[in-house]
């Protein structure tokens, strides 16, 4: 089946710093992948639709300049966590759908876990 | 506004029942409809995706209804084991473009 893969699994950094979040679709191409964050006890939040060969677009709320994302290849969009503050401390997770039909059920990958001290 | 509400945030059920959980929607006109499962610290596996002009779907255990006329979904795990103690999510594409809302999911525990 289709697997998405997440580097790392979790990460600790001091506020201030960069973290960079790779996502990864392993045995199907991907156009899109999306990225989500989830805070403790809540649902997944759409933060940004990452387009291959193209700039990422953002929901409403969501600072791009925070949260880089670029999508280098069909199979690898990587989200990077700018001057990290403690709030930004969440659950990241990709998600990518093997098909070019937007009717599609997605993968997603099995997290990373941002912690800023 | 628009709004996915799922009926409670935990359902405990006794081994070998059925779990029925329950998905509704407002302001909403999805073309599908989508059930996940989330287990502690790890981002969700899909289960299953039902469309507009299916009114149910099934895959082994798992059955998925689909009314848009009450903007609802009802999601039955028959049979229900230990293993299908996790937190389950619905979720909707509301535009057609993959960006999915979730709703704020069920926690299931099935007791032995």
């Known amino acids: 089946g289709a697997v998405v893969s997440q580097h790392p699994s979790w990460v600790i950094c001091k506020s201030g710093t960069s973290v960079k979040i790779e996502c990864r679709s392993l045995?199907?191409?991907?156009?899109?992948m999306f990225w989500y964050r989830q805070f403790p006890k809540q649902s997944l939040m759409l933060m940004a639709t990452?387009?291959?060969?193209?700039?990422?677009?953002?929901e409403q709320g969501v600072e791009k300049d925070k949260f880089l994302i670029n999508h280098a290849s069909l199979t690898l969009s990587t989200l990077t966590v700018t001057s990290a503050h403690p709030e930004d401390s969440s659950f990241y997770i990709c998600?990518?759908?093997?098909?070019?039909?937007?009717?599609?059920?997605?993968?997603f990958g099995p997290g990373t876990r941002l912690t800023v001290t | 506004s628009q709004k996915i509400e799922q009926n409670s945030e935990a359902l405990n059920i006794q081994e070998g029942k059925t779990a029925t959980l329950t998905c509704n929607y407002t302001?909403?006109?999805?073309?599908?409809l989508q059930w996940y499962r989330q287990d502690p610290g790890r981002g969700p596996v899909f289960l299953l995706l039902?469309?507009?002009?299916?009114k149910e779907k099934r895959k082994e255990r798992l059955k998925v209804t689909f009314d848009t006329t009450l903007k609802q979904s009802l999601f039955h795990i028959t049979a229900s084991q230990p293993a299908d103690s996790a937190t389950y999510l619905c979720?909707?594409?509301?535009?057609?473009?993959?960006?999915?809302?979730f709703g704020q999911g069920t926690t299931l525990q099935v007791k032995p």
């Open positions: 045995d199907f191409q991907a156009t899109t």
């Open positions: 990452s387009n291959e060969g193209s700039k990422a677009t953002y």
């Open positions: 998600s990518a759908a093997p098909g070019l039909d937007t009717s599609y059920e997605q993968y």
């Open positions: 039902i469309r507009e002009n299916e």
């Open positions: 302001n909403y006109s999805p073309a599908y």
């Open positions: 979720a909707l594409d509301t535009g057609n473009t993959g960006k999915l809302i």
